[in-house]
């Protein structure tokens, strides 16, 4: 690419026209083909900017007036919600929300040359107080104890009270127990300099079952009046099942600590998935949207086309929920996990589904599993792969092919890897057969989540 010269300076004010929208959710203009990223604007509108930072590639600058809007712009977001970044497409109407994951896929597939053909987005009503787990961090202001948000790549804390995309009642619960840590003045943590008690409340809320989780994360081994404490969160809310009291001394960023302790009531809560029954720790990894999830699930098990002859093999497959939804339709399911927890979670809910005959867990690599299964013998008819954001590893995609499965169901995250990842399947020859799916796991956020069918050339 040519060296461009940055043909704006900094500080300078111009008006541009937004042409499009990142990935970061900032609108973007350009000056002579030069980028100029810009917060809060959307795609048609045109504005007042002015310039606050430039690189040799690209620059920032923000908004000084409206001259046109967007008709997608919902107005008056709120605005704490996109400092914060919990909503940071919050001002982006639900439908245009829709329609810009299912283009951020298509734009990153065309510039791949890769010529396939993107769903609309599979999305949800309504598209708030959707999540089913909270960890709001806690803070002194004013000499009050406040939970809230970090805006976004800062250390601002901003009290906050509606989490918007939080389920209703976990909001609820959260100020009921702010509340009764004030009356017990129990000191919030103070990041700089690290001192002071509570430092997180994480609630979980079982979406089926209505149990609630509240966990009370501390810096300091001792809690005073923690029974006091926990015999009030369940006298104001009747529905919490589970008080524990976690424990983390380090300066992390890490929210949870090693040691937690039973409070009140049970160690876990339950909850359902389709229809099988889960129990969820303080540190279980849980899908956040069960809505949503439900459908995602659905969708890529009805893209694997399942009979009940079938062996399959779930890498990625974190305590099991994808697992042991397939097993029901299934011969026989094995499913890879790194985290060892996850794993001893994924055999419990097995047990507990009555799935443990046709289930195999295993602790480790999914790619070294891949090619241990490979030198098995063991024949999938169907490989699904739910892998973290940075994707599948080349030598996993060779092992999978290898085994030449019928069909490789792909959940992904990230849009970026999931399309570098079908163009090495394409050189193992499998290749896409139905349209990609995205399924809005997190609206009013940017995170894209989508289901991908490949099958082998025949
Ligand atoms: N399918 C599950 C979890 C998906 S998240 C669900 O829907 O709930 C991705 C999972 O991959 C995480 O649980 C993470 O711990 C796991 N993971 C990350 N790297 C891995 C690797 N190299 N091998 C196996 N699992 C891995």
Do not use: W
């Given at each position: 690419?040519?060296?461009?010269?940055?043909?704006?300076?900094?500080?300078?004010?111009?008006?541009?026209?937004?042409?499009?929208?990142?990935?970061?959710?900032?609108?973007?203009?350009?000056?002579?083909?030069?980028?100029?990223?810009?917060?809060?604007?959307?795609?048609?509108?045109?504005?007042?900017?002015?310039?606050?930072?430039?690189?040799?590639?690209?620059?920032?600058?923000?908004v000084l007036a409206y001259l046109k809007k967007s008709?997608?712009?919902?107005?008056?977001?709120?605005?704490?919600?996109?400092?914060?970044?919990?909503?940071?497409?919050?001002?982006?109407?639900?439908e245009a929300q829709l329609q810009f994951k299912q283009k951020l896929i298509q734009d990153l597939l065309k510039k791949a040359h890769l010529d396939l053909s993107v769903d609309q987005t599979l999305g949800m009503e309504p598209p708030y107080g959707y999540r089913n787990k909270?960890?709001?961090?806690?803070?002194?202001?004013?000499?009050?104890?406040?939970?809230?948000?970090?805006?976004?790549?800062?250390?601002?804390?901003?009290?906050?009270?509606?989490?918007?995309?939080?389920?209703?009642?976990?909001?609820?619960?959260?100020l009921a127990v702010r509340d009764i840590l004030r009356f017990y003045r129990t000191p919030a943590y103070n990041e700089e300099h690290h001192n002071g008690v509570i430092r997180h409340i994480l609630v979980?809320?079982?979406?089926?079952?209505?149990?609630v989780m509240v966990v009370l994360v501390t810096r300091t081994k001792d809690l005073r009046q923690a029974k006091e404490i926990a015999q009030k969160i369940q006298e104001q809310c009747p529905d919490v099942v589970s008080v524990l009291h976690n424990i983390n001394d380090k300066k992390t960023n890490v929210i949870l600590g090693q040691e937690t302790r039973l409070l009140a009531g049970k160690e876990t809560i339950t909850d359902t998935l389709n229809g099988l029954s889960f129990e969820i720790g303080a540190q279980s990894f849980y899908q956040v949207n069960?809505?949503?999830?439900e459908k995602l699930y659905n969708e890529a098990i009805k893209r694997a086309g399942l009979t009940?002859?079938?062996?399959?093999?779930?890498?990625?497959?974190?305590?099991?929920?994808?697992?042991?939804?397939?097993?029901?339709?299934?011969?026989?399911?094995?499913?890879?996990?790194?985290?060892?927890?996850?794993?001893k979670d994924a055999k419990e809910n097995a047990k507990r589904n009555y799935l443990a005959h046709n289930t195999e867990f295993e602790v480790g690599d999914a790619e070294s599993w891949m090619a241990k299964w490979q030198a098995q013998g063991i024949?999938?008819?169907?490989?699904?792969?739910?892998?973290?954001?940075?994707?599948?590893?080349?030598?996993?995609?060779?092992?999978?092919?290898?085994?030449?499965?019928?069909?490789?169901?792909?959940?992904?995250?990230?849009?970026?890897?999931?399309?570098?990842?079908?163009?090495q399947f394409k050189d193992c020859g499998y290749e896409v057969t139905q349209p990609i799916?995205?399924?809005?796991?997190?609206?009013?956020?940017?995170h894209v989540e989508s289901v991908t069918v490949l099958e082998r050339k025949k």
């Open positions: 690419m040519a060296k461009i010269n940055a043909p704006v300076r900094n500080k300078e004010e111009l008006e541009v026209e937004i042409i499009d929208l990142s990935y970061q959710a900032m609108g973007v203009a350009k000056v002579d083909n030069y980028p100029l990223f810009i917060a809060d604007t959307l795609p048609g509108e045109k504005v007042m900017v002015k310039v606050t930072k430039t690189t040799k590639n690209f620059g920032y600058a923000r008709p997608d712009r919902v107005e008056n977001p709120k605005q704490k919600y996109m400092q914060t970044g919990i909503a940071p497409l919050g001002h982006l109407k639900y909270a960890q709001v961090p806690v803070r002194q202001v004013r000499g009050q104890l406040e939970i809230g948000f970090f805006k976004q790549n800062s250390h601002d804390f901003l009290p906050l009270e509606n989490f918007m995309i939080q389920d209703k009642r976990i909001d609820e619960v959260l979980r809320r079982g979406y089926y079952s209505k149990e069960p809505v949503q999830t009940g002859n079938e062996t399959v093999i779930d890498a990625y497959c974190g305590i099991g929920t994808i697992s042991l939804n397939m097993a029901k339709h299934a011969k026989k399911v094995y499913g890879v996990e790194i985290v060892p927890q996850a794993i024949k999938p008819d169907v490989i699904m792969v739910d892998p973290p954001r940075k994707g599948l590893t080349e030598s996993l995609i060779e092992s999978a092919t290898q085994m030449a499965p019928r069909k490789i169901v792909y959940i992904s995250c990230n849009p970026a890897t999931l399309v570098r990842d079908l163009q799916l995205p399924v809005d796991q997190f609206p009013q956020t940017t």
